[in-house]
């Protein structure tokens, strides 16, 4: 397969789009709105089609200002258009919010494959998109309506324009396209990157950038981008928004977006996502899977060859962007993704020259594929049984399958080669994310207590629905049951109830239980005891118990 797609441009395409899908598809559908961050971004994305207003952004009621606008009118796109088709409750469909994620991610593993190609053979640039496209953290982000799969796909697209520009100046080859493709290319991923997430997308360019003109005393290469005529490109597209929401919000927007979201994350650990240096080394192993397990065979070759002019702009694209984020307060796992190609080029690179260790301690890391694999299925097997309290058997089918292939993976690692070997971990992992995003998490509805309220909600058939939520505060009960959802305390929650009607509903959490018995008591309020739900809050990790409560009429 790996020599089929190796052939042409097409197979390899139609190889990693494949890929891509079948790692990335399984539970998009099933997968309630995830708390906090994607049910955050899919009900500021319904507001602005419910309001038909296209430039403010607002959660309820709350501006919502850390983002530039761009995800949201890719998701408003994407449900607008199925709306147009006919589609019926497309705005409640989370998983039309998550269509520019998925886009996002294929769109970045085929454009590693294209990076790839600046450095290293076809074949071995075919390695380096499926080392991407089996990533466990670029799984996670394709299945979550937010900004970051999308805001991978332009980074790599500007990094890979970058990195033509820089080899074709460097290592003396000639340009095989049109002088204005490259820049074209990189002022427009630029553009989107911006409008996607703001200047983090900057930030990564232009360490690269001051890393490669220390290292090589000379930046020359920026002049094959055309940096005066692609600024000028760069403004165009993405000033009208800033200019509308600055007429609309003042400097609201510049505020909560740089100066409570971007420098707070710079110097304090925000929202309890603090953490020392080397958090992301240690988390890189996982995160990276099966990948990563390849990485201590490559070193060697890497560090001896870095004065080589395409490893030289792979390092200056890995290190300072990493090191920034090491040193930041706040960490969260997917911040940097964006360099991760760097390595699987890197790795591809040391593929391709068979140049990974002979070092017989090296040589076995492999197993760790192995040990992984039975780590995360063991644990999806646990969370079937614990929380699910069920066997879950195709849990179990699933990860039988996913393991055999671990263990030949590993077991026949000398005996086939790393190519082989690691192609059959890209078929374990496609496995083990069906088992565990298809199989296991979103058939426990213990995870998903806002699903199973939005679903208590709708058996009672209510054509306009009030609701108030004591205790229990995730966007994604406001996403699912209404964007008018009130948040009140348990004594608020009575007497939102006292105001009538059967189709008002109140959601108290059991601490919050006493005060609405105490003030229904108070006020006289009849009401109708519904279903308690107990589960887990995904967000929080804690266990929730929430008693819902229906009012009657006066």
Same mark, same amino acid.
């Given at each position: 397969? +790996?020599a089929w797609?190796?052939?042409?441009?097409?197979?390899?395409?139609?190889?990693?789009v494949a890929?891509?899908? +079948?790692?990335?598809?399984?539970?998009i559908?099933?997968?309630?709105p995830?708390?906090?961050d994607e049910?955050r971004?899919?009900?500021?994305t319904k507001?602005?089609?419910?309001?038909?207003?296209?430039?403010?952004?607002?959660?309820?009621?709350?501006?919502r200002?850390?983002?530039?606008?761009?995800i949201y $009118?890719?998701?408003?796109?994407?449900v607008?258009?199925?709306e147009t088709?006919?589609?019926?409750?497309?705005?409640t469909?989370?998983?039309l919010?998550?269509?520019?994620s998925?886009?996002?991610?294929?769109?970045?593993v085929l454009?590693?494959y294209w990076t790839a190609?600046?450095f290293?053979?076809?074949?071995?640039?075919?390695?380096?998109g499926?080392?991407?496209?089996?990533?466990?953290?670029?799984a996670?982000?394709a299945?979550?309506?937010?900004?970051?799969?999308?805001?991978?796909?332009?980074?790599?697209?500007?990094?890979?324009?970058?990195?033509?520009a820089y080899?074709?100046?460097?290592?003396?080859?000639?340009?095989?396209g049109?002088?204005?493709a490259?820049p074209?290319i990189f $002022?427009?991923?630029?553009?989107a990157g /911006?409008?996607?997430k703001?200047? +983090?997308?900057v930030?990564v360019?232009?360490?690269?950038?001051?890393?490669l003109?220390?290292?090589?005393r000379?930046?020359?290469?920026?002049?094959r981008?055309r940096?005066?005529?692609g600024?000028?490109?760069m +403004?165009?597209?993405v000033l009208p $928004?800033f200019v509308a929401?600055?007429l609309?919000s003042g400097?609201?927007?510049?505020?909560e977006?740089l100066g409570r979201?971007?420098l707070?994350k710079?110097g304090s650990?925000q929202e309890?996502? !603090?953490?020392?240096p080397?958090?992301?080394?240690l988390?890189?192993?996982?995160?990276f899977f099966?990948?990563?397990?390849l990485?201590? %065979?490559?070193?060697?070759?890497v560090?001896?060859?870095?004065?080589?002019?395409e490893v030289?702009?792979l390092? &200056?694209?890995?290190?300072p962007?990493?090191?920034v984020?090491e040193?930041a307060?706040?960490?969260?796992?997917?911040?940097?993704l964006?360099?991760?190609?760097?390595?699987?080029?890197?790795l591809a %690179? &040391?593929?391709?020259?068979q140049?990974?260790?002979?070092?017989?301690?090296l040589?076995?890391?492999?197993?760790w594929?192995?040990?992984?694999?039975?780590?995360v299925?063991? !644990?999806?097997?646990?969370?079937?049984?614990?929380i !699910?309290?069920? =066997?879950?058997? %195709?849990t $179990?089918?699933?990860s039988g399958v996913?393991?055999?292939?671990a263990?030949?993976a590993?077991?026949? =690692?000398?005996?086939?080669?790393?190519?082989?070997s690691?192609?059959? %971990?890209?078929?374990?992992m496609?496995?083990?994310f069906?088992?565990?995003f298809s199989?296991?998490f979103?058939t426990?509805?213990?995870?998903?207590?806002?699903l199973?309220l939005?679903?208590?909600?709708a058996f !009672?058939r209510?054509d306009?629905?009030?609701?108030a939520?004591?205790?229990?505060?995730e966007?994604?009960l406001v996403?699912?049951?209404?964007?008018?959802?009130?948040?009140?305390?348990?004594?608020?929650?009575?007497?939102?109830?006292a105001?009538?009607?059967?189709?008002?509903?109140?959601?108290v959490?059991?601490?919050?239980?006493r005060?609405?018995?105490q003030?229904?008591d &108070?006020?006289?309020?009849r009401?109708?005891?519904?279903?308690?739900?107990?589960?887990v809050? /995904?967000?929080?990790?804690?266990a929730v118990?929430?008693q819902?409560?229906?009012?009657t009429?006066?």
């Amino acid at each position: 397969m +790996l020599a089929w797609a190796a052939a042409r441009h097409r197979n390899a395409a139609i190889l990693l789009v494949a890929v891509s899908l +079948l790692a990335f598809l399984p539970g998009i559908f099933q997968l309630p709105p995830i708390d906090r961050d994607e049910a955050r971004f899919a009900q500021a994305t319904k507001q602005m089609l419910e309001t038909g207003d296209l430039v403010d952004i607002r959660f309820q009621e709350e501006s919502r200002y850390k983002k530039p606008v761009g995800i949201y $009118w890719l998701q408003a796109a994407v449900v607008g258009a199925a709306e147009t088709l006919g589609m019926p409750e497309a705005r409640t469909r989370v998983w039309l919010y998550r269509v520019p994620s998925i886009l996002g991610a294929v769109g970045a593993v085929l454009l590693t494959y294209w990076t790839a190609l600046a450095f290293v053979s076809r074949r071995g640039a075919v390695l380096a998109g499926l080392m991407m496209g089996s990533c466990i953290l670029l799984a996670v982000e394709a299945r979550l309506a937010k900004t970051d799969a999308v805001l991978f796909a332009t980074t790599v697209a500007a990094m890979g324009a970058m990195a033509r520009a820089y080899v074709i100046e460097r290592a003396q080859r000639p340009d095989p396209g049109h002088p204005w493709a490259l820049p074209a290319i990189f $002022w427009t991923a630029m553009a989107a990157g /911006f409008l996607i997430k703001g200047p +983090l997308i900057v930030m990564v360019v232009s360490l690269t950038v001051a890393a490669l003109a220390i290292a090589d005393r000379s930046a020359r290469f920026v002049l094959r981008l055309r940096p005066l005529a692609g600024l000028a490109w760069m +403004l165009l597209l993405v000033l009208p $928004w800033f200019v509308a929401i600055v007429l609309k919000s003042g400097n609201t927007f510049f505020e909560e977006s740089l100066g409570r979201d971007l420098l707070s994350k710079v110097g304090s650990g925000q929202e309890a996502h !603090g953490a020392p240096p080397g958090y992301y080394f240690l988390l890189f192993w996982g995160t990276f899977f099966p990948a990563s397990i390849l990485v201590p %065979m490559a070193f060697g070759a890497v560090w001896n060859s870095r004065s080589v002019p395409e490893v030289r702009y792979l390092l &200056a694209w890995l290190i300072p962007t990493w090191l920034v984020f090491e040193a930041a307060m706040t960490k969260l796992p997917h911040y940097v993704l964006p360099v991760y190609p760097a390595v699987a080029i890197l790795l591809a %690179m &040391a593929i391709d020259h068979q140049a990974l260790s002979r070092n017989i301690w090296l040589r076995r890391a492999p197993m760790w594929w192995f040990i992984l694999t039975a780590v995360v299925s063991v !644990g999806l097997i646990v969370i079937n049984i614990w929380i !699910g309290q069920r =066997f879950g058997l %195709m849990t $179990w089918l699933l990860s039988g399958v996913a393991l055999t292939l671990a263990l030949f993976a590993w077991w026949l =690692f000398e005996a086939d080669g790393v190519a082989v070997s690691f192609m059959r %971990m890209v078929v374990a992992m496609i496995v083990l994310f069906t088992a565990a995003f298809s199989a296991t998490f979103p058939t426990i509805g213990a995870l998903f207590p806002s699903l199973q309220l939005a679903r208590f909600v709708a058996f !009672g058939r209510c054509d306009q629905v009030l609701a108030a939520t004591a205790g229990y505060h995730e966007p994604s009960l406001v996403f699912l049951v209404g964007t008018d959802v009130r948040h009140v305390s348990g004594a608020g929650a009575a007497d939102f109830l006292a105001r009538g009607g059967r189709c008002r509903y109140a959601f108290v959490e059991k601490g919050h239980e006493r005060a609405f018995v105490q003030r229904a008591d &108070a006020i006289g309020l009849r009401y109708a005891q519904g279903i308690r739900i107990d589960g887990v809050n /995904f967000s929080s990790g804690r266990a929730v118990s929430i008693q819902t409560f229906v009012g009657t009429d006066p």
